[in-house]
């Protein structure tokens, strides 16, 4: 049999870290605004660095067919969002067959959400996009 020697951790910090964010400052990186809207289903969060992020469900009504819609989001990024992502609510379709879909068209008021699939009926879409 054989043993390992592990060193115990002698000291643990309880500092915050000293990080560098976006905007070149050096301190810890905060939250600085929240915000949920219950009527349209939509939030962000920003922060002090300048880094939003910020998501949402949009329900949509039978989209089939290699259907698109627009999704708008919460509050514009001053630039691109960076990263887009995308969650379907299907009804209508079983195990894998819950077709094809993508995002397109990314800009700093929102995206295209496009449906790939002519079976299967997409109810809804929650969304989270992040960027500066």
């Given at each position: 049999m054989q043993h390992i020697n592990i060193n115990p951790v002698v000291k643990l910090s309880t500092d915050l870290p000293s990080t560098t964010n976006h905007a070149g400052l050096s301190a810890p990186i905060t939250i600085t605004e929240t915000n949920y809207n219950s009527s349209t289903q939509k939030w962000y969060r920003k922060y002090s660095d300048g880094w939003i992020e910020q998501g949402g469900y949009e329900p949509i009504s039978n989209m089939t067919n290699y259907g698109t819609v627009q999704i708008s989001y919460a509050i514009?990024?001053?630039?691109?969002?960076?990263?887009?992502?995308?969650?379907?609510?299907?009804?209508?379709?079983?195990?894998?067959?819950?077709?094809?879909?993508?995002?397109?068209?990314?800009?700093?008021?929102?995206?295209?959400?496009?449906?790939?699939?002519?079976?299967?009926?997409?109810?809804?879409?929650y969304w989270i996009a992040k960027g500066f």
């Open positions: 514009e990024f001053p630039t691109t969002a960076v990263n887009v992502h995308c969650g379907i609510e299907i009804s209508g379709a079983t195990g894998r067959d819950a077709g094809l879909h993508g995002v397109q068209a990314v800009n700093a008021q929102g995206f295209t959400f496009t449906n790939g699939d002519q079976t299967t009926v997409h109810t809804g879409i």
